[in-house]
């Protein structure tokens, strides 16, 4: 079966850098988004890698190693406005989207 | 930019009442729209894949005939509740892909809560 995990919940302090990872299992691989969601609201685009390495985009970078079947996303300077669920999704071999549950990241001043 | 916008974000209405979402892409083309439902604390659910001119892909376990879906161009897609009920009360989420290549980011619409009473 296809298998995606992430933390349920992590906890961090503003203005720290937390890492937030993602390990998969799925039927083929053509590529890892990363998705921020605040509660009540819809997913908004973060990063899409699809060549191993490290991505970074501002405050965020996204890191891949496809021969581990890993992820993680990285924040760094972390402020309350990032507080957050972060959720993983590959795109298999068939370009179907599987979606991991997500991560809950609570930012404590 | 890649702008979804969904209608309405909020309904609340009796059991048996159809109720019809709006997705609408507005800066770009979408040849593949998708519908997603998403209960309290739970990841998103993909219940059906809409593509423009052709009949919806619906996931195992969706009923085609409640929920139906109409993508009749390409920037807008509809999803209806029909006869809806308290079980169907859920955060429905269209998100569009910018582009024909499946690698393109799935953009998200704001959703739509839905309350069954």
């Known amino acids: 079966g296809q298998n995606i995990d992430q933390p349920t919940e992590m906890t961090a302090t503003e203005g720290a850098i937390v890492q937030i990872n993602c390990t998969y299992q799925?039927?083929?691989?053509?590529?890892l988004f990363w998705y921020q969601q605040h509660a009540g609201e819809a997913p908004t685009f973060l990063s899409y890698?699809?060549l191993d390495g490290l991505e970074e985009k501002g405050r965020f970078s996204s890191f891949l190693s496809r021969s581990k079947g890993y992820s993680y996303l990285l924040l760094k300077e972390l402020q309350m406005k990032d507080s957050a669920s972060y959720l993983c999704?590959?795109?298999?071999?068939?370009?179907?989207?599987?979606w991991g549950a997500g991560t809950k990241l609570i930012i404590k001043p | 930019g890649a702008v979804v916008s969904q209608h309405p974000s909020r309904v609340i209405c009796k059991s048996g009442t159809s109720v019809k979402i709006e997705c609408r892409s507005l800066d770009f083309q979408a040849t593949t729209m998708f519908w997603y439902r998403q209960f309290p604390k739970q990841s998103l659910m993909l219940m059906a894949t809409?593509?423009?001119?052709?009949?919806?892909?619906?996931e195992q376990g969706v009923e085609k005939d409640k929920f139906l879906i109409n993508h009749a161009s390409l920037t807008l897609s509809t999803l209806t509740v029909t006869s809806a009920h308290p079980e169907d009360s859920s955060f429905y989420i269209c998100?569009?892909?910018?582009?024909?290549?499946?690698?393109?980011?799935?953009?998200f619409g704001d959703g739509t809560r839905l309350s069954i009473l």
């Open positions: 999704a590959v795109l298999d071999s068939n370009y179907q989207l599987i």
């Open positions: 799925t039927s083929g691989f053509n590529g």
């Open positions: 809409s593509n423009e001119g052709s009949k919806a892909t619906y």
């Open positions: 890698n699809v």
């Open positions: 998100s569009a892909r910018k582009g024909d290549g499946e690698y393109q980011p799935q953009h």
